[in-house]
């Protein structure tokens, strides 16, 4: 069955990184583009960042944290990582990986498959 399980949240100081990891299986991984979305309390679901399968290639970023965070993924160990360095308290929120057979990153709410989170806390 498929599975996406996040890990690597933690509590951070302001300025400070973070790698979170989303061990995926059940599918084949680079047919499906994944994403890390993030809530934040009493806050609506933004898509932080995506990569689309693999023969397409592409990343995006949401505008707050483009040059900070990076996608990156690792088709042969079913891994995909977020990469956040200067995080800022306003990063804080719990983060979801999320798969879309042959996606193109274009909604949260397009998404197939879900993991159950990792929270990610940033302060002094």
């Known amino acids: 069955q498929v599975q996406l399980v996040e890990s690597g949240g933690g509590l951070v100081q302001p300025g400070g990184s973070l790698r979170l990891s989303c061990t995926t299986s059940?599918?084949?991984?680079?047919?499906?583009?994944i994403g890390w979305v993030r809530q934040a309390p009493g806050k609506e679901r933004e898509g932080v960042s995506c990569?689309?399968?693999?023969?397409?290639?592409?990343?995006y970023y949401l505008d707050s944290v483009k040059g900070r965070f990076t996608i990156s993924r690792d088709n042969a160990k079913n891994m995909v990582y977020l990469q956040m360095n200067t995080l800022k308290p306003e990063d804080t929120a719990v983060y979801y990986c999320?798969?879309?057979?042959?996606?193109?990153?274009?909604?949260?709410?397009?998404?197939?498959?879900w993991g159950q989170g990792t929270q990610v806390t940033v302060s002094s």
């Open positions: 999320a798969a879309e057979i042959l996606g193109r990153c274009q909604g949260v709410e397009d998404y197939d498959y």
């Open positions: 059940g599918f084949t991984l680079s047919h499906y583009s």
């Open positions: 990569s689309t399968f693999s023969s397409d290639g592409k990343t």
